[in-house]
């Protein structure tokens, strides 16, 4: 049981270039989310779901784009990086039944775009 | 909407003493209410949570919680800090009657002095 796993750990990408953050987990859970973690501003709510094919978003979602085909994953897409979402990404997903549970973070993705 | 307020960035605590981590939330409803940890270069771990029941909440590694509805507070607490509890805490809220994913507060670093 893995849990929650993101790919890569680290990346650096030039300004204008593209790629996506994976995220799997193994945990049959219906939420995943995506969140940024930025110094002094704790984490920020990119994009969720709440099951394969349903997908919203948070409170920072410009320049994200996400896909939910299966319960598994859920990739987080950068069109085109800029240096303001250098940042490190986490993946969390979570059981919502019996009136919800706590999250299940994957270890996280440092990106900087130079 | 649902907010959380971490009042202080640091808290600086002797080892063997107890400490308290403050958090305030606001949601429209009924609250979920999480603590979580994160130690360096790592994702977030969960301590605890309160759904419902009673107010005093026990978590993970000695810590715990109070819940207090009046003054819209889940203040986290421990006896006897130890020096390996230094780390970087997080308040989260989620609204028990809502679609939105969980909402951190921006952290407040807890450092146990030996």
């Known amino acids: 049981n893995a849990g929650v796993t993101q790919t890569p750990k680290f990346q650096v990408l030039k300004t204008g270039q593209s790629m996506t953050l994976q995220c799997a987990q193994d945990m049959n859970h219906e939420y995943m989310s995506w969140y940024r973690q930025d110094p002094g501003m704790g984490l920020r709510l990119i994009h969720y779901?709440?099951?394969?094919?349903?997908?919203d978003q948070g409170e920072v979602p410009n320049g994200y784009n996400v896909s939910r085909s299966t319960t598994e994953d859920f990739p987080l897409r950068l069109l085109s990086a800029a240096p303001s979402q250098t940042s490190v990404y986490f993946c969390?997903?979570?059981?919502?039944?019996?009136?919800?549970?706590?999250?299940?973070f994957g270890s996280g993705t440092r990106l900087t775009v130079v | 909407a649902q907010s959380v307020a971490q009042p202080e960035d640091q808290v600086n605590v002797a080892e063997g003493n107890p400490l308290t981590v403050k958090c305030t939330y606001s949601?429209?409803?009924?609250?979920?209410l999480f603590w979580y940890v994160q130690y360096p270069n790592r994702g977030l771990q969960f301590l605890l949570k309160y759904i419902t029941g009673d107010n005093l909440v026990k978590g993970s590694y000695g810590f715990e919680a109070e819940f207090n509805k009046s003054q819209t507070s889940f203040h986290l607490k421990k006896p006897s800090a130890l020096v390996s509890d230094s780390a970087l805490y997080f308040c989260a809220v989620r609204d028990l009657g809502g679609a939105d994913g969980l909402t951190f507060g921006k952290g407040t670093h807890l450092i146990i002095q030996p």
């Open positions: 969390a997903s979570s059981y919502e039944g019996q009136g919800g549970d706590g999250y299940t």
């Open positions: 949601v429209s409803g009924n609250p979920y």
């Open positions: 779901s709440v099951g394969a094919g349903i997908t």
